[in-house]
Protein backbone atom coordinates (compact mmCIF):
# COMPACT_ATOMS: atom_id res chain seq x y z
CA UNK A 1 0.00 0.00 0.00
CA UNK A 2 1.08 3.35 -0.86
CA UNK A 3 2.44 6.00 2.21
CA UNK A 4 -0.43 8.09 3.49
CA UNK A 5 1.03 9.07 6.51
CA UNK A 6 4.90 10.63 7.08
CA UNK A 7 7.09 8.43 8.39
CA UNK A 8 8.55 10.26 11.37
CA UNK A 9 9.70 9.15 14.99
CA UNK A 10 7.05 9.70 17.09
CA UNK A 11 6.89 8.51 20.76
CA UNK A 12 4.81 5.13 21.68
CA UNK A 13 1.47 5.83 23.73
CA UNK A 14 2.68 4.16 26.87
CA UNK A 15 5.60 7.07 26.78
CA UNK A 16 2.92 9.15 26.26
CA UNK A 17 0.58 8.54 29.09
CA UNK A 18 3.08 7.55 31.46
CA UNK A 19 4.92 11.07 30.99
CA UNK A 20 1.52 12.97 31.58
CA UNK A 21 0.33 10.50 34.38
CA UNK A 22 3.43 11.30 36.03
CA UNK A 23 3.54 14.96 35.62
CA UNK A 24 0.14 15.13 37.25
CA UNK A 25 1.17 12.96 40.60
CA UNK A 26 4.50 14.91 40.70
CA UNK A 27 3.12 18.48 39.92
CA UNK A 28 1.26 18.71 43.57
CA UNK A 29 4.31 17.42 45.39
CA UNK A 30 6.83 19.76 43.97
CA UNK A 31 4.86 22.52 44.67
CA UNK A 32 4.43 22.12 48.33
CA UNK A 33 8.01 21.50 48.48
CA UNK A 34 8.23 24.77 46.23
CA UNK A 35 6.16 26.69 49.18
CA UNK A 36 7.77 25.00 51.59
CA UNK A 37 11.62 26.06 50.78
CA UNK A 38 10.40 29.55 49.22
CA UNK A 39 7.89 31.10 51.93
CA UNK A 40 10.32 32.23 54.44
CA UNK A 41 12.48 33.84 52.19
CA UNK A 42 9.92 35.57 49.74
CA UNK A 43 6.46 35.42 52.28
CA UNK A 44 3.77 32.75 51.89
CA UNK A 45 1.42 34.72 49.52
CA UNK A 46 4.15 35.98 46.95
CA UNK A 47 5.51 32.33 47.02
CA UNK A 48 2.10 30.79 46.69
CA UNK A 49 1.21 32.87 43.43
CA UNK A 50 4.36 32.02 42.32
CA UNK A 51 4.37 28.42 42.60
CA UNK A 52 0.56 28.59 41.04
CA UNK A 53 0.94 30.22 38.04
CA UNK A 54 4.30 28.07 37.49
CA UNK A 55 2.20 25.00 37.93
CA UNK A 56 -0.61 26.46 35.95
CA UNK A 57 1.57 27.28 32.57
CA UNK A 58 3.13 23.68 33.16
CA UNK A 59 -0.44 22.15 32.89
CA UNK A 60 -0.73 24.36 29.91
CA UNK A 61 2.51 22.73 28.47
CA UNK A 62 0.88 19.35 29.27
CA UNK A 63 -2.49 19.54 27.84
CA UNK A 64 -1.21 21.22 24.43
CA UNK A 65 1.06 17.84 23.99
CA UNK A 66 -1.69 15.83 24.71
CA UNK A 67 -3.47 17.70 22.21
CA UNK A 68 -0.98 17.71 19.78
CA UNK A 69 0.00 14.05 20.04
CA UNK A 70 -3.63 12.62 20.91
CA UNK A 71 -6.59 14.76 19.92
CA UNK A 72 -5.37 16.01 16.90
CA UNK A 73 -4.39 13.67 14.86
CA UNK A 74 -7.26 11.19 15.81
CA UNK A 75 -9.28 14.42 14.62
CA UNK A 76 -7.84 14.49 11.17
CA UNK A 77 -8.39 10.88 10.95
CA UNK A 78 -11.94 11.20 11.72
CA UNK A 79 -11.90 13.92 9.25
CA UNK A 80 -10.59 11.57 6.67
CA UNK A 81 -12.47 8.85 7.16
CA UNK A 82 -15.42 11.06 6.59
CA UNK A 83 -14.61 12.40 3.42
CA UNK A 84 -13.79 8.75 2.21
CA UNK A 85 -17.40 7.85 3.64
CA UNK A 86 -19.10 10.65 1.93
CA UNK A 87 -17.31 9.28 -1.69
CA UNK A 88 -13.88 11.73 -1.78
CA UNK A 89 -11.12 9.76 -3.24
CA UNK A 90 -8.29 8.57 -0.18
CA UNK A 91 -5.45 10.60 -2.58
CA UNK A 92 -1.86 10.60 -2.14
CA UNK A 93 -1.77 13.77 0.58
CA UNK A 94 0.71 12.50 3.60
CA UNK A 95 -1.30 13.60 6.86
CA UNK A 96 1.44 15.21 8.83
CA UNK A 97 -0.06 14.50 12.03
CA UNK A 98 -0.01 11.14 13.48
CA UNK A 99 0.64 11.38 16.92
CA UNK A 100 1.89 8.35 18.38
CA UNK A 101 3.48 5.25 16.76
CA UNK A 102 -0.05 3.31 17.52
CA UNK A 103 -1.75 6.45 15.91
CA UNK A 104 0.32 6.29 12.92
CA UNK A 105 -0.34 2.70 12.24
CA UNK A 106 -4.16 2.85 12.85
CA UNK A 107 -3.95 5.99 10.65
CA UNK A 108 -2.14 4.07 7.99
CA UNK A 109 -4.76 0.94 8.54
CA UNK A 110 -7.30 3.07 7.93
CA UNK A 111 -6.47 5.09 4.78
CA UNK A 112 -5.60 1.73 3.90
CA UNK A 113 -8.88 0.28 4.27
CA UNK A 114 -10.66 2.75 2.23
CA UNK A 115 -8.26 2.66 -0.37
CA UNK A 116 -8.85 -1.00 -0.80
CA UNK A 117 -12.66 -0.49 -0.51
CA UNK A 118 -12.62 2.63 -3.13
CA UNK A 119 -10.48 0.20 -5.55
CA UNK A 120 -12.98 -2.96 -5.22
CA UNK A 121 -16.01 -0.37 -6.07
CA UNK A 122 -14.59 1.18 -8.78
CA UNK A 123 -13.62 -2.57 -9.85
CA UNK A 124 -17.18 -3.44 -9.94
CA UNK A 125 -18.10 -0.86 -11.26
CA UNK A 126 -16.06 -1.32 -14.41
CA UNK A 127 -16.69 -4.75 -14.40
CA UNK A 128 -20.69 -4.50 -14.73
CA UNK A 129 -20.18 -1.84 -17.81
CA UNK A 130 -17.71 -3.94 -19.42
CA UNK A 131 -19.65 -7.14 -18.53
CA UNK A 132 -23.05 -5.03 -19.71
CA UNK A 133 -21.22 -3.72 -23.35
CA UNK A 134 -19.73 -7.67 -24.15
CA UNK A 135 -22.81 -9.28 -23.75
CA UNK A 136 -24.87 -7.08 -25.81
CA UNK A 137 -23.18 -8.73 -28.88
CA UNK A 138 -24.36 -12.17 -27.96
CA UNK A 139 -27.61 -11.34 -26.48
CA UNK A 140 -28.48 -9.05 -29.75
CA UNK A 141 -27.53 -12.15 -31.92
CA UNK A 142 -29.74 -14.60 -29.62
CA UNK A 143 -32.93 -11.92 -30.12
CA UNK A 144 -32.26 -11.67 -33.70
CA UNK A 145 -32.38 -15.62 -34.51
CA UNK A 146 -35.38 -15.55 -32.02
CA UNK A 147 -37.03 -13.43 -33.90
CA UNK A 148 -36.40 -15.03 -37.18
CA UNK A 149 -38.00 -18.48 -35.94
CA UNK A 150 -40.91 -16.58 -34.03
CA UNK A 151 -41.95 -15.13 -38.49
CA UNK A 152 -42.32 -18.83 -39.28
CA UNK A 153 -38.65 -18.76 -41.28
CA UNK A 154 -37.85 -22.31 -40.89
CA UNK A 155 -35.67 -24.12 -38.54
CA UNK A 156 -32.47 -22.95 -40.38
CA UNK A 157 -29.04 -24.55 -39.02
CA UNK A 158 -26.78 -21.57 -38.86
CA UNK A 159 -29.91 -19.81 -37.07
CA UNK A 160 -29.18 -22.68 -33.95
CA UNK A 161 -25.10 -22.22 -34.99
CA UNK A 162 -25.38 -18.53 -34.51
CA UNK A 163 -27.34 -19.12 -31.05
CA UNK A 164 -25.34 -21.79 -29.31
CA UNK A 165 -22.06 -19.81 -30.95
CA UNK A 166 -23.61 -16.55 -29.04
CA UNK A 167 -24.40 -18.79 -25.78
CA UNK A 168 -21.19 -20.24 -25.45
CA UNK A 169 -19.59 -17.17 -25.68
CA UNK A 170 -22.05 -15.92 -22.70
CA UNK A 171 -20.55 -19.11 -21.03
CA UNK A 172 -16.46 -18.25 -21.35
CA UNK A 173 -17.45 -14.70 -20.50
CA UNK A 174 -19.11 -15.85 -17.22
CA UNK A 175 -16.34 -18.71 -16.50
CA UNK A 176 -13.73 -15.63 -16.92
CA UNK A 177 -15.79 -13.20 -14.26
CA UNK A 178 -16.01 -16.03 -11.48
CA UNK A 179 -12.30 -16.10 -12.29
CA UNK A 180 -11.74 -12.78 -11.81
CA UNK A 181 -13.08 -12.81 -8.50
CA UNK A 182 -11.75 -15.89 -6.97
CA UNK A 183 -8.62 -14.10 -8.20
CA UNK A 184 -9.27 -11.05 -5.61
CA UNK A 185 -9.89 -13.38 -3.37
CA UNK A 186 -6.54 -13.14 -0.71
CA UNK A 187 -4.72 -15.67 0.38
CA UNK A 188 -2.35 -16.94 3.39
CA UNK A 189 1.41 -15.84 2.05
CA UNK A 190 3.76 -18.61 1.25
CA UNK A 191 6.78 -18.81 -0.61
CA UNK A 192 6.59 -20.35 -4.12
CA UNK A 193 9.12 -22.27 -6.04
CA UNK A 194 9.00 -22.65 -10.05
CA UNK A 195 10.53 -26.12 -9.59
CA UNK A 196 7.74 -26.99 -7.41
CA UNK A 197 5.20 -25.61 -9.73
CA UNK A 198 7.12 -27.06 -13.42
CA UNK A 199 5.54 -30.50 -13.18
CA UNK A 200 1.64 -29.01 -13.25
CA UNK A 201 2.52 -26.16 -16.00
CA UNK A 202 4.04 -28.43 -18.38
CA UNK A 203 1.14 -30.65 -17.93
CA UNK A 204 -1.66 -28.26 -18.27
CA UNK A 205 0.41 -27.25 -21.28
CA UNK A 206 1.56 -29.66 -23.05
CA UNK A 207 2.40 -27.70 -26.59
CA UNK A 208 4.21 -25.68 -25.16
CA UNK A 209 8.13 -25.90 -24.27
CA UNK A 210 8.74 -24.33 -20.63
CA UNK A 211 11.99 -23.51 -20.02
CA UNK A 212 12.94 -22.17 -16.01
CA UNK A 213 15.93 -20.47 -15.06
CA UNK A 214 16.02 -19.79 -11.07
CA UNK A 215 13.69 -22.73 -10.30
CA UNK A 216 15.40 -22.84 -6.83
CA UNK A 217 14.65 -19.32 -5.83
CA UNK A 218 11.92 -18.77 -3.41
CA UNK A 219 9.31 -15.90 -4.38
CA UNK A 220 7.18 -14.98 -1.34
CA UNK A 221 3.68 -15.68 -3.14
CA UNK A 222 1.50 -18.60 -2.16
CA UNK A 223 2.09 -21.01 -4.43
CA UNK A 224 -1.59 -21.73 -5.29
CA UNK A 225 -1.79 -18.21 -6.36
CA UNK A 226 1.32 -18.20 -8.25
CA UNK A 227 0.40 -21.44 -10.20
CA UNK A 228 -2.78 -20.39 -11.04
CA UNK A 229 -1.49 -16.81 -12.66
CA UNK A 230 1.50 -18.44 -14.73
CA UNK A 231 -1.18 -20.34 -15.60
CA UNK A 232 -3.22 -17.41 -17.17
CA UNK A 233 0.01 -16.23 -19.00
CA UNK A 234 1.23 -20.07 -20.60
CA UNK A 235 -2.44 -19.91 -21.72
CA UNK A 236 -2.28 -16.12 -23.35
CA UNK A 237 0.99 -17.77 -24.72
CA UNK A 238 -0.29 -20.48 -26.61
CA UNK A 239 -3.60 -18.42 -27.87
CA UNK A 240 -0.85 -16.23 -29.85
CA UNK A 241 0.78 -18.87 -31.64
CA UNK A 242 4.11 -19.10 -28.72
CA UNK A 243 6.20 -22.53 -28.97
CA UNK A 244 8.60 -21.70 -26.37
CA UNK A 245 8.07 -19.94 -22.94
CA UNK A 246 11.29 -18.99 -20.49
CA UNK A 247 10.48 -18.29 -17.04
CA UNK A 248 13.61 -16.62 -14.96
CA UNK A 249 13.22 -16.30 -11.58
CA UNK A 250 15.75 -13.31 -9.71
CA UNK A 251 16.43 -12.78 -6.01
CA UNK A 252 14.86 -9.28 -6.01
CA UNK A 253 12.41 -10.82 -5.93
CA UNK A 254 11.18 -10.70 -9.51
CA UNK A 255 10.20 -13.08 -12.31
CA UNK A 256 10.09 -12.27 -15.88
CA UNK A 257 7.91 -14.52 -18.15
CA UNK A 258 9.03 -14.37 -21.55
CA UNK A 259 7.44 -16.35 -24.93
CA UNK A 260 8.38 -16.33 -28.36
CA UNK A 261 5.12 -16.11 -29.97
CA UNK A 262 4.43 -12.47 -32.31
CA UNK A 263 4.82 -10.50 -29.39
CA UNK A 264 1.97 -7.40 -28.63
CA UNK A 265 1.62 -4.80 -31.12
CA UNK A 266 2.58 -1.02 -29.38
CA UNK A 267 -0.87 -0.01 -30.01
CA UNK A 268 -2.22 -2.48 -27.22
CA UNK A 269 0.46 -2.73 -25.20
CA UNK A 270 -1.41 0.11 -22.90
CA UNK A 271 -5.04 -2.06 -23.51
CA UNK A 272 -3.43 -5.57 -22.56
CA UNK A 273 -5.02 -6.32 -19.13
CA UNK A 274 -7.59 -4.03 -19.32
CA UNK A 275 -11.23 -6.30 -19.02
CA UNK A 276 -12.00 -8.54 -21.71
CA UNK A 277 -9.94 -6.58 -24.33
CA UNK A 278 -8.83 -9.54 -26.92
CA UNK A 279 -7.81 -10.03 -30.46
CA UNK A 280 -8.59 -12.82 -30.94
CA UNK A 281 -12.32 -13.26 -30.41
CA UNK A 282 -13.17 -15.03 -33.17
CA UNK A 283 -11.56 -17.75 -31.95
CA UNK A 284 -13.05 -17.40 -28.31
CA UNK A 285 -10.92 -15.77 -26.62
CA UNK A 286 -12.32 -14.08 -23.78
CA UNK A 287 -10.00 -10.87 -22.98
CA UNK A 288 -9.91 -11.78 -19.67
CA UNK A 289 -6.14 -14.10 -19.16
CA UNK A 290 -3.92 -11.03 -18.36
CA UNK A 291 -6.75 -9.01 -16.65
CA UNK A 292 -6.84 -12.79 -14.18
CA UNK A 293 -3.16 -12.92 -14.09
CA UNK A 294 -2.89 -9.15 -12.63
CA UNK A 295 -5.62 -9.60 -10.48
CA UNK A 296 -4.15 -12.81 -8.65
CA UNK A 297 -0.82 -10.98 -8.38
CA UNK A 298 -2.50 -7.35 -7.08
CA UNK A 299 -4.07 -10.06 -4.36
CA UNK A 300 -1.14 -10.84 -3.60
CA UNK A 301 0.81 -7.66 -3.15
CA UNK A 302 2.83 -8.11 -6.31
CA UNK A 303 2.75 -6.15 -9.36
CA UNK A 304 3.07 -7.84 -13.40
CA UNK A 305 3.92 -5.08 -15.98
CA UNK A 306 4.70 -5.69 -20.01
CA UNK A 307 8.34 -5.44 -21.03
CA UNK A 308 7.80 -4.04 -24.74
CA UNK A 309 11.29 -4.05 -25.71
CA UNK A 310 11.19 -7.86 -26.41
CA UNK A 311 10.58 -9.76 -29.34
CA UNK A 312 7.81 -11.51 -27.65
CA UNK A 313 5.26 -11.04 -25.22
CA UNK A 314 7.84 -10.63 -22.10
CA UNK A 315 6.20 -9.59 -18.68
CA UNK A 316 7.95 -8.65 -15.10
CA UNK A 317 6.40 -10.15 -12.37
CA UNK A 318 7.84 -7.90 -8.98
CA UNK A 319 6.91 -9.17 -5.79
Do not use: C, Y
Not at 298 to 318: N, S
Amino acid sequence: MARRLDRKWRPPLLLVLGGALAAVLTLPILGLFALRMLAPDWGFRLAALTIGAVVLLATAVLAFLLWRLLLRPIQALARRAARIRAGHAVGDQVLKHFGTQELRDLGQSVLDMGATLQNRESTIRSFTDHVTHELKTPLTAIKGAGEMLEDGEPADPRLLATIRAAVAQMERQLVALRRVAAAREPMAGGRATLDDLAADLRAAHPGLELVIDGGQVALPIAPARLEAALTQLLANAAQHGAGRVVMVAGETPELIVEDDGPGISEGNRDRIFAPFFTTRRETGGTGMGLNIAQAILQAQGAEIILLPERPGAAFLIRF
